[in-house]
C-alpha cells in the first residue's frame, strides 16, 4: 500500500488532443478490424460506425481531461493512486459512453441485469488497463529519474552544520553546513569528503572510516550508505540511472559518478515519497 502514496511524478500531459486521437484510433481500428462483440453481424456500414465509437472515445477522453486538470493542479503531490483512480474513472466513463452508443445502434434495450454486468467487466477491464498504465510509467521514470522521487530535507537542514573528525593526534576536523555535502568515499585508511565550497566542489582527506562517518552522522536521515565505500546526501543527488540491480548518481556538479549496489537498492527506494 506504501507504493500507491508516493508520488507521481508525470504531470498532467500538454499534448492532450493527441493522447484522446490515439486513444480514438485504437478503438476504431479494433473495431474495424478485428469486429469483436458481435459486431461483424452488423449489416450497415461498419466503416462509420466504427468512426462513431471512435469519435465517442475522443469526446470522453476529452472530456476526462478537461474535468481532472484543475483536479490535478490542485492535488500536491500528485500521488500513485490519484493517477491510478483517474486513470480508472476515464475507462469506465468511456466504456459505459459506448455501450450507450452499442445499445442505440443495435436497437436492444438495457436491462438493470445487463447493465451491472457491463459494468463488472468494465470494471475488470479497467483496473488491469490503469495497473499496466500507471505502473509502466512510474517504472520507467523510476529507472531514469529516481532524484525527482526522493524526499528531500534540503530547506528543515539549511542552518545545520555538521562535523566529521579526523582521527589522527593533530587532525583537522572538518565542519561543514550538511546541504554542502556531497559524498564520502572510502579511501584505505582515510577516507575522501567531497562538498561545495563557495559554489565549486572541493575534496579534502580525512584519516578515518566510513563507519566513524556514519556514527558522526547518524542523527540525519538524508546520509545514506549506497555502496560498501561510499556515503551520499541524498539531497544532493540530482541524477540517478539504473534499476534493481543498481544505480549510477550524480551528486551535483562532482563529476565523479557514485555507484549504488544492488543490496542498498530497496533502502535507496524506501526514501522515496
Given at each position: 500500500m506504501?507504493?500507491?502514496?508516493?508520488?507521481?511524478?508525470?504531470?498532467q500531459?500538454?499534448?492532450?488532443?493527441?493522447?484522446?486521437?490515439?486513444?480514438?484510433?485504437?478503438?476504431?481500428?479494433?473495431?474495424?478490424?478485428?469486429?469483436?462483440?458481435?459486431?461483424?453481424?452488423?449489416?450497415?456500414?461498419?466503416?462509420?460506425?466504427?468512426?462513431?465509437f471512435g469519435?465517442?472515445?475522443?469526446?470522453?477522453?476529452?472530456?476526462?481531461g478537461?474535468?481532472?486538470?484543475?483536479?490535478?493542479?490542485?492535488?500536491?503531490?500528485w500521488?500513485?493512486?490519484?493517477?491510478?483512480?483517474?486513470v480508472?474513472?476515464?475507462v469506465?466513463?468511456?466504456?459505459?459512453?459506448?455501450?450507450l452508443?452499442?445499445?442505440?445502434?443495435?436497437?436492444?434495450?438495457?436491462?438493470?441485469?445487463?447493465?451491472l454486468?457491463?459494468?463488472?467487466?468494465?470494471?475488470?477491464i479497467?483496473?488491469?488497463?490503469?495497473?499496466?498504465?500507471?505502473?509502466?510509467?512510474?517504472?520507467?521514470?523510476?529507472r531514469?529519474?529516481?532524484?525527482?522521487?526522493?524526499?528531500?530535507?534540503?530547506?528543515?537542514?539549511?542552518?545545520?552544520t555538521?562535523?566529521?573528525?579526523?582521527?589522527?593526534?593533530?587532525?583537522?576536523?572538518?565542519?561543514?553546513?550538511?546541504?554542502?555535502?556531497?559524498?564520502?568515499?572510502?579511501?584505505?585508511?582515510?577516507?575522501?569528503?567531497?562538498?561545495?565550497?563557495e559554489?565549486?566542489?572541493?575534496?579534502?582527506?580525512?584519516?578515518?572510516?566510513?563507519?566513524?562517518v556514519?556514527?558522526?552522522?547518524?542523527?540525519?536521515?538524508?546520509?545514506?550508505?549506497?555502496?560498501?565505500?561510499?556515503?551520499?546526501?541524498?539531497?544532493?543527488?540530482?541524477?540517478?540511472q539504473?534499476?534493481?540491480?543498481?544505480?549510477?548518481?550524480?551528486?551535483?556538479?562532482?563529476?565523479?559518478?557514485?555507484?549504488?549496489s544492488?543490496?542498498?537498492?530497496?533502502?535507496?527506494?524506501?526514501?522515496?515519497?
Open positions: 506504501s507504493i500507491l502514496t508516493r508520488k507521481y511524478p508525470f504531470p500531459s500538454s499534448h492532450w488532443l493527441r493522447d484522446c486521437s490515439i486513444y480514438c484510433i485504437i478503438v476504431f481500428l479494433i473495431l474495424y478490424l478485428l469486429q469483436p462483440f458481435g459486431f461483424s453481424m452488423y449489416q450497415g456500414n461498419k466503416l462509420l460506425v466504427s468512426l462513431l469519435a465517442v472515445t475522443f469526446g470522453c477522453c476529452l472530456l476526462s478537461l474535468a481532472g486538470r484543475p483536479i490535478h493542479q490542485r492535488v500536491v503531490p500521488r500513485i493512486w490519484h493517477e491510478a483512480l483517474a480508472l474513472v476515464m469506465l466513463f468511456i466504456g459505459i459512453c459506448n455501450f452508443v452499442f445499445s442505440v445502434v443495435f436497437h436492444f434495450s438495457i436491462t438493470l441485469g445487463m447493465f454486468l457491463f459494468l463488472y467487466w468494465a470494471l475488470i479497467g483496473v488491469f488497463v490503469t495497473i499496466c498504465s500507471v505502473s509502466l510509467n512510474y517504472y520507467r521514470y523510476l531514469n529519474q529516481l532524484e525527482a522521487l526522493l524526499d528531500k530535507t534540503t530547506e528543515e537542514q539549511s542552518d545545520i555538521v562535523t566529521i573528525h579526523d582521527t589522527t593526534v593533530r587532525g583537522n576536523d572538518l565542519l561543514l553546513p550538511i546541504n554542502d555535502l556531497l559524498y564520502v568515499e572510502a579511501q584505505k585508511n582515510n577516507v575522501a569528503v567531497c562538498y561545495v565550497k559554489g565549486k566542489t572541493a575534496t579534502t582527506e580525512l584519516h578515518t572510516t566510513l563507519a566513524a556514519l556514527d558522526d552522522l547518524q542523527a540525519y536521515q538524508n546520509i545514506f550508505q549506497c555502496h560498501r565505500s561510499f556515503v551520499v546526501n541524498l539531497n544532493n543527488i540530482t541524477s540517478a539504473g534499476n534493481s540491480n543498481g544505480y549510477q548518481l550524480k551528486m551535483g556538479k562532482c563529476p565523479t559518478t557514485v555507484p549504488v544492488r543490496t542498498y537498492v530497496p533502502k535507496l527506494k524506501s526514501y522515496i515519497a
